[in-house]
């Protein structure tokens, strides 16, 4: 069984997460049976940027990290106070060791953000939110990343995404990395994406 983390912080966007959790579900009960998806925050409970109200199954300082085979977090909203959670060490701590161990890493949206802020874009392609009204490209390109110009952006076992529209295309990557093609494109199929 391959063990997903999903990393959540306060302000989080609802639909980012539940691409995970919708994928790697199917996945479990349809495709070959070998995910699971794990949910983690700081808090014992969260707050959605529309206001929803979530419990994460674990806490972070809870995990052992080492039972993790990938990690995907979703993006969120500043005015819903998603960076004091994403920028926090212990989220950031999280990050650093799924990168240490060359374990796959999933984000969508803002979510590279935290991915640049824990020092393992440096020199990686990768992108973020792409409006053209927004500034977290510059932000994240302070980090050190090489800024894409693509809705998706793969360097190694890395993903980093535009927007909330690319969400299920950054799911179904993680999917392919943790199995293989024929298995994703399955799930594809029986999801109706093809």
């Known amino acids: 069984m391959k063990k997903i983390l999903l990393l959540l912080a306060n302000g989080f966007e609802a639909v980012e997460a539940s691409v995970f959790t919708d994928v790697l579900g ?4 349809e495709g070959d049976g070998t995910t699971e998806v794990v949910t983690a925050g700081i808090h014992p409970q969260l707050t959605c940027t529309w206001n929803f109200t979530v ?8 995990l052992d990290l080492t039972e993790f085979d990938a990690l995907a977090i979703p993006g969120g909203f500043e005015e819903a106070g998603f960076y004091v959670d994403a920028y926090d060490e212990r989220f950031l701590n ?4 799924f990168d240490d161990n060359h374990k796959p890493i999933a984000s969508v949206c803002v979510a590279a953000l935290s991915l640049g802020k824990s020092g393992i874009l440096k020199g990686k392609k990768a992108t973020t939110y792409d409006h053209p009204t927004s500034i977290r490209r510059a932000q994240l ?14 360097d190694g076992r890395i993903v980093t995404s535009a927007n909330p ?7 179904f990557l993680l999917l392919e990395k943790l199995t293989s093609s024929s ?3 399955k ?3 029986l999801m109706g994406f093809i």
């Not at 419990?55 to 809870?62: A, G, I, T, Y």
Request: hydrophobic letters at 45%; charged letters at 25%.
């Open 26 to 29: 199917w996945n479990k009960l």
């Open 55 to 62: 419990l994460p199954e674990k806490l972070v300082d809870e």
């Open 94 to 97: 999280v990050i650093r060791h």
């Open 141 to 154: 390109q302070q980090y050190g990343a090489l800024v894409q110009n693509e809705l998706v952006v793969e």
């Open 165 to 171: 529209a690319t969400a299920f295309q950054v799911a």
């Open 183 to 185: 298995n994703t494109n």
């Open 187 to 189: 799930v594809k199929e």
